[in-house]
């Protein structure tokens, strides 16, 4: 809930938008335009004790937010400004400006844990001021600890959405040691990945979470199969011929175990509309459907979330995947074979 005289800067949080109060003594008009000048909302309303409570404009405004942010013009009895709504389906409990310049566009606010050869980005979007984004490492070498910082990105302009690429493969460097940790900054935003040395995921994930910005997930445990086939039957010259055979391959992946930071990402998930698969760090053009996932976790003590999401491919054929046979005797393997 947010009160509309209390609007001091242009940017605010659709989530704020759950209840806007305005002061009146008299009719009071609202409308709301997109930025395409299409009108959203026109109305009128009496006041009840001097105020006015318009509710759900966040249920609203959600749908039309194609990404991260968009711009809404509020005419209230004439007067009129434009805010920056950013995406936000869950609450948050802090304002927009707040909460934008102390935190990357995610859920996560805790450590992630990564793998060499994973995609990992970080969005962000600063209300004031130029931002550089800088990695702080951690290599191991034998007994030691070497410290190095990486700038990934620099002199970011503000009101701009920005999507730096943090992958692991892009930190590594041999001379130093076995990259085991680093930290991306950006002003006051920070988020620390703990690096595996080995790639573990068996399902990648593109999605775009709570507040539009694209970001990965990835399950390390296993993936389910099990396609279902439906037939249609006619009957042509009193002989039964198949009209029409679909097949739709379901899938079941787990998560494995999760810290919390992985948790807030997989419910992100679980609440995301757009959804693509990634393999080797690129997205495949995929999209997935999501129909059911399982979210229950407790607070005992030594108790590790696992969650598990059913879904298919948004695809209405499915996917044949080509094996590549080894040569086991020609040039390129043997020298010896000429």
Aim: contains cysteine; glycine residues 8%.
């Amino acid at each position: 809930m947010i009160n509309y005289s209390d609007i001091t800067t242009p940017y605010l949080l659709v989530s704020e938008l759950d209840v806007l109060v305005f002061t009146a003594v008299a009719e009071m008009s609202l409308a709301i335009t997109a930025s395409g000048g299409s009108t959203v909302l026109s109305c009128s309303y009496v006041p009840m004790g001097g105020v006015v409570k318009v509710y759900d404009l966040d249920r609203l405004l959600s749908p039309l937010i194609d990404g991260v942010m968009a711009d809404f013009t509020f005419t209230v009895d004439g007067a009129s400004q434009t805010l920056h709504v950013v995406q936000s389906r869950a609450r948050v409990d802090q304002g927009a400006v707040e909460f934008l310049t102390g935190h990357f566009l995610s859920g996560v606010m805790s450590g992630r844990d990564t793998a060499l050869g994973r995609k990992e980005m970080v969005t962000l979007l600063s209300p004031s001021g130029t931002v550089d984004v800088v990695a702080a490492c951690v290599y191991a070498d034998g007994g030691t600890c070497v410290l190095q910082s990486v700038v990934l990105a620099s002199s970011l302009a503000s009101g701009v959405i920005h999507e730096v690429d943090c992958s692991p493969s892009l930190l590594v460097n041999d001379e130093l040691g076995t990259l085991v940790q680093y930290t991306v900054n950006a002003g006051d935003r920070l988020m620390t990945y703990r690096v595996s040395p080995t790639a573990t995921h068996r399902t990648a994930m593109l999605m775009r979470n709570d507040f539009g910005a694209w970001e990965p997930c990835y399950f390390t445990g296993m993936v389910e199969t099990s396609p279902s086939i439906t037939r249609e039957f006619v009957l042509i010259g009193g002989v039964q011929r198949p009209l029409r055979i679909d097949e739709q391959e379901n899938l079941k992946s787990y998560t494995g175990p999760l810290r919390p930071g992985g948790v807030q990402l997989m419910r992100a998930l679980a609440r995301s509309t757009d959804v693509v698969l990634l393999e080797d760090g690129n997205v495949t053009g995929d999209g997935v459907v999501i129909t059911d996932q399982e979210l229950k976790y407790t607070d005992e003590d030594g108790h590790l979330p696992a969650f598990t999401f059913t879904w298919h491919r948004a695809s209405r054929l499915s996917l044949l995947k080509v094996p590549k046979i080894p040569r086991l005797f020609d040039d390129t393997f043997d020298d010896t074979f000429n």
